[in-house]
């Protein structure tokens, strides 16, 4: 294998051989058969085997047609059409010739046709030999074929068979080896019949069911490890919790009573360390429930540190624990990299006395000594490293401080039960009584004039909109696409609108600009805003009352109702806006329905789930969603029972076995911290 083709390996994330063993074929072609000429069926992928008795060839360059006529020994005919074929190929046809072509028939009035297939030249009949098996066909990227990705898939099988081969002559056979490789050997190299014996689903639900059982063996590992570590004590009153709830302009739901019961609670417990997740819908309050936590924490004699994502949510969580518990007299602090004397700020820190420090990731930065660190609570979870979130850890030196983490996207049950084995789950279902549901339209993008007229009424009335977009360019990777991006939008709103103040933000912007042009949005000096979806997390505009969501079919849906929550957060009814292109699948079509008809994240979140794949649950696999690899946790609901305890009986009496499993599955040490 050359440099070249490892690092396009390496860069669609596969490393090792197992990597390689476990991307899985999409499909497979049956050319285990050499189709008669005279019995082809229309519309089907078939293998034939016919001599050349006529060339023809029409056009130049890539207009070039060759066009083939075989005949088998019985005399049957069959047209061949290749289309610009390079002209070394072209060469290698020659009448007299028996060519093997597979693609897909075409019944026409002159008799059956082939168009285009993949074939290969032999100068007798005898040398075309049908496939032993079935012929897999990856994924692919661009700069591998399926001809090359099969060569070196087949060369990780054959290392691994010659492996276990030589353990089993020796002292060092495992049944297990010699059961894993009849999987894969299943999977790539399927026997004709195994799509009807259904032997290549069985193999790959047995790799599934592995997967998940790493995934909740490290899962529960971790918890049992924290379980051990003596907690930081937390078991002193907190009078100024009382004092917080009589001060604020609102009163808790139900369910941030509960939620707050239970996480004070874990802080009090002399057991072991919280691990605790919160999450919730967008605006059902997570960050008054992280406010008391941290007011418990600072009662206690210990500080509190709360890391967001971005600065300007950092920014806002900062607004916000300074309102409401500066005037009780606890000290709130900020560190991000827009902070003025960054290095007084840090020497405060560093001094002896219970704080609360709100900041981004330059908390964990070389330097910044967290003193007497009791609790950690991280917004957004899912958009951090693992490191990022053990180096907070550490700044807590010998001790385990608490962790209390958050997530705006509701997770499905199946799905919490392997992303999130062994962590407790705290959920607020319930929305403040003053928030009202955010009403969903959903159009075709024809009537996106319809729309900027009614921007242009709701602006004028002092009200402010976004308009969101999948892309950023026209064109992705040099492919011209029918799908409008932010640049395209921008460019047509400063024309039909130009008495409006109009901004344009994307994730390839210096960080700079783009949070000065949020903040002008925030602070109501834009009327407008074009964004990708680097909006879905980090700003908060109570003025906003319209999201519009272009090409919406492109985007999860729990993603589309975490951009629908950006609005309708003060006290103007909220509208959302889902535009979408003429091309519109009928599962896009479900799949939209959907957001029209539901504001419950969680029933949403199901649904995406079981539509999507966990891998995409929070839109995109590099926003750090849960990526399973051949997974899909809501396929075995009914066996989580099973699995778990299988994982606790492996981590009790097989750890050997049980840490093979999480090695295969997560060979990244900081893999076994998920949380």
């Given at each position: 294998?050359?440099?070249?083709t490892?690092?396009g390996?390496q860069k669609?994330?596969?490393?090792?051989v197992f990597?390689l063993l476990?991307?899985?074929?999409l499909?497979y072609?049956?050319?285990t058969?050499?189709?008669?000429?005279?019995?082809?069926k229309?519309g089907?992928e078939?293998?034939?085997l016919?001599q050349?008795?006529r060339?023809?060839?029409?056009?130049?360059?890539?207009?070039r047609?060759t066009h083939?006529?075989?005949?088998?020994?019985?005399?049957?005919?069959c047209d061949?059409?290749l289309f610009?074929?390079?002209?070394?190929?072209s060469?290698?046809l020659?009448?007299?010739?028996?060519?093997q072509?597979?693609?897909?028939i075409e019944?026409?009035?002159?008799g059956?046709?082939?168009l285009?297939?993949q074939f290969?030249?032999?100068?007798?009949?005898?040398?075309?030999?049908?496939e032993?098996?079935l012929t897999p066909v990856?994924?692919?990227?661009?700069?591998?074929q399926q001809?090359?990705i099969r060569?070196?898939?087949?060369a990780?099988l054959e290392?691994?068979r010659q492996l276990?081969k030589?353990r089993?002559?020796?002292n060092h056979a495992n049944?297990?080896d010699?059961?894993?490789l009849?999987?894969?050997h299943?999977?790539h190299?399927?026997a004709?019949d195994a799509?009807?014996?259904?032997?290549v689903s069985?193999s790959r639900k047995?790799?599934?069911h592995?997967e998940?059982l790493?995934?909740?063996?490290?899962?529960l590992?971790?918890?049992?490890e924290?379980?051990?570590?003596?907690?930081?004590?937390m078991?002193?009153?907190?009078p100024?919790i009382?004092d917080l709830l009589?001060?604020l302009?609102?009163?808790?739901?139900?369910?941030q009573?509960?939620?707050?019961k239970?996480?004070i609670?874990d802080l009090?417990?002399?057991?072991?360390?919280m691990?605790?997740?919160l999450?919730?819908?967008?605006g059902?309050?997570k960050?008054?429930v992280?406010a008391l936590a941290a007011?418990h924490?600072v009662e206690n004699?210990w500080s509190c540190a709360?890391?967001?994502?971005?600065?300007?949510l950092a920014?806002q969580?900062?607004e916000s624990f300074?309102?409401?518990l500066?005037?009780?007299?606890?000290t709130v602090?900020?560190?991000?990299?827009?902070t003025?004397?960054?290095?007084?700020?840090?020497?405060?820190i560093?001094?002896d006395?219970?704080?609360?420090?709100v900041g981004t990731?330059?908390?964990?930065?070389?330097?910044?000594?967290l003193?007497?660190l009791g609790?950690?609570i991280?917004d957004?979870?899912?958009?951090?490293?693992?490191?990022?979130?053990?180096?907070?850890?550490g700044?807590g030196g010998d001790?385990q401080?608490?962790?209390?983490?958050m997530?705006a996207t509701?997770?499905p049950r199946?799905?919490?039960?392997?992303?999130?084995?062994?962590?407790?789950?705290s959920?607020?279902d319930?929305?403040?009584?003053?928030?009202?549901p955010v009403?969903?339209?959903v159009?075709?993008?024809?009537?996106r004039?319809?729309?900027?007229?009614?921007?242009?009424?709701?602006c004028?009335?002092?009200?402010?909109?976004?308009w969101v977009?999948?892309?950023?360019e026209?064109?992705e990777?040099?492919?011209?696409?029918p799908?409008r991006s932010?640049i395209?939008i921008f460019d047509?709103?400063?024309?039909?609108?130009?008495?409006l103040s109009i901004?344009?933000?994307?994730?390839?912007?210096p960080?700079?600009?783009?949070?000065?042009?949020?903040?002008d949005?925030?602070?109501?000096?834009l009327s407008?805003?074009?964004?990708t979806t680097?909006?879905?997390v980090g700003?908060?505009?109570?003025?906003?009352?319209?999201i519009v969501?272009e090409?919406?079919e492109?985007?999860g849906l729990s993603?589309l109702?975490?951009?629908?929550?950006r609005?309708g957060r003060?006290t103007?009814k909220?509208?959302c806006?889902?535009?979408?292109?003429?091309?519109?699948?009928k599962?896009g079509?479900?799949?939209?329905?959907?957001l029209?008809?539901?504001n419950?994240?969680?029933e949403i979140?199901?649904?995406?789930?079981k539509m999507r794949?966990?891998?995409?649950?929070w839109?995109?696999?590099?926003?750090?969603?849960?990526?399973?690899?051949?997974?899909s946790?809501?396929?075995?609901?009914?066996?989580f029972p099973k699995?778990?305890?299988?994982?606790q009986?492996?981590?009790?009496?097989?750890?050997d076995?049980a840490?093979i499993i999480?090695k295969?599955w997560?060979?990244?040490?900081?893999?076994c911290?998920?949380?």
């Amino acid at each position: 294998m050359g440099e070249k083709t490892a690092q396009g390996l390496q860069k669609h994330g596969i490393h090792s051989v197992f990597d390689l063993l476990i991307h899985l074929p999409l499909r497979y072609e049956d050319r285990t058969l050499h189709r008669p000429l005279a019995r082809l069926k229309p519309g089907v992928e078939q293998l034939i085997l016919g001599q050349i008795v006529r060339i023809q060839t029409r056009g130049y360059g890539r207009k070039r047609t060759t066009h083939l006529i075989l005949e088998d020994k019985k005399n049957n005919c069959c047209d061949v059409f290749l289309f610009n074929l390079p002209v070394s190929r072209s060469r290698s046809l020659q009448p007299g010739l028996w060519f093997q072509g597979y693609g897909k028939i075409e019944i026409r009035l002159s008799g059956p046709c082939m168009l285009h297939p993949q074939f290969r030249v032999f100068e007798h009949a005898e040398q075309a030999h049908p496939e032993p098996t079935l012929t897999p066909v990856y994924p692919l990227w661009k700069g591998m074929q399926q001809y090359r990705i099969r060569r070196i898939i087949n060369a990780a099988l054959e290392q691994c068979r010659q492996l276990v081969k030589h353990r089993s002559s020796g002292n060092h056979a495992n049944p297990a080896d010699s059961d894993l490789l009849q999987i894969f050997h299943t999977l790539h190299c399927p026997a004709p019949d195994a799509l009807l014996n259904e032997s290549v689903s069985r193999s790959r639900k047995q790799l599934a069911h592995e997967e998940l059982l790493a995934h909740t063996l490290v899962q529960l590992r971790q918890r049992s490890e924290i379980r051990q570590r003596a907690a930081i004590p937390m078991n002193k009153d907190a009078p100024r919790i009382k004092d917080l709830l009589e001060r604020l302009p609102f009163k808790l739901t139900e369910a941030q009573k509960s939620a707050s019961k239970t996480i004070i609670g874990d802080l009090s417990n002399p057991g072991s360390p919280m691990l605790r997740l919160l999450q919730g819908e967008v605006g059902s309050g997570k960050t008054i429930v992280a406010a008391l936590a941290a007011l418990h924490c600072v009662e206690n004699g210990w500080s509190c540190a709360i890391m967001a994502p971005t600065e300007l949510l950092a920014m806002q969580h900062f607004e916000s624990f300074s309102t409401w518990l500066a005037p009780l007299g606890i000290t709130v602090l900020d560190l991000t990299s827009k902070t003025p004397e960054k290095k007084a700020r840090i020497d405060k820190i560093r001094q002896d006395g219970p704080k609360i420090l709100v900041g981004t990731q330059a908390l964990i930065q070389d330097g910044v000594d967290l003193a007497n660190l009791g609790l950690c609570i991280i917004d957004e979870q899912h958009r951090f490293g693992v490191n990022q979130r053990l180096l907070l850890l550490g700044k807590g030196g010998d001790r385990q401080p608490h962790q209390l983490i958050m997530s705006a996207t509701p997770i499905p049950r199946t799905l919490a039960m392997t992303y999130y084995a062994g962590v407790e789950i705290s959920t607020l279902d319930e929305l403040p009584s003053n928030r009202k549901p955010v009403q969903t339209l959903v159009m075709p993008e024809t009537k996106r004039n319809e729309v900027i007229q009614r921007i242009q009424h709701l602006c004028h009335a002092g009200q402010q909109v976004y308009w969101v977009c999948p892309l950023i360019e026209a064109q992705e990777e040099g492919t011209p696409t029918p799908f409008r991006s932010s640049i395209e939008i921008f460019d047509i709103l400063q024309k039909s609108l130009p008495d409006l103040s109009i901004g344009m933000v994307h994730g390839q912007m210096p960080a700079n600009e783009k949070q000065s042009l949020m903040t002008d949005f925030r602070n109501g000096k834009l009327s407008v805003l074009v964004s990708t979806t680097v909006i879905e997390v980090g700003i908060d505009v109570p003025n906003a009352t319209l999201i519009v969501i272009e090409n919406a079919e492109r985007l999860g849906l729990s993603q589309l109702h975490q951009l629908r929550g950006r609005v309708g957060r003060g006290t103007l009814k909220g509208f959302c806006i889902l535009l979408y292109s003429n091309h519109l699948s009928k599962l896009g079509k479900t799949r939209l329905a959907v957001l029209r008809e539901s504001n419950n994240g969680f029933e949403i979140a199901e649904k995406d789930l079981k539509m999507r794949g966990p891998g995409e649950l929070w839109g995109v696999r590099q926003s750090g969603g849960a990526s399973f690899r051949i997974a899909s946790p809501d396929d075995f609901q009914a066996e989580f029972p099973k699995l778990q305890a299988r994982a606790q009986h492996l981590l009790k009496n097989q750890a050997d076995m049980a840490e093979i499993i999480i090695k295969r599955w997560l060979p990244k040490s900081d893999a076994c911290n998920r949380v």
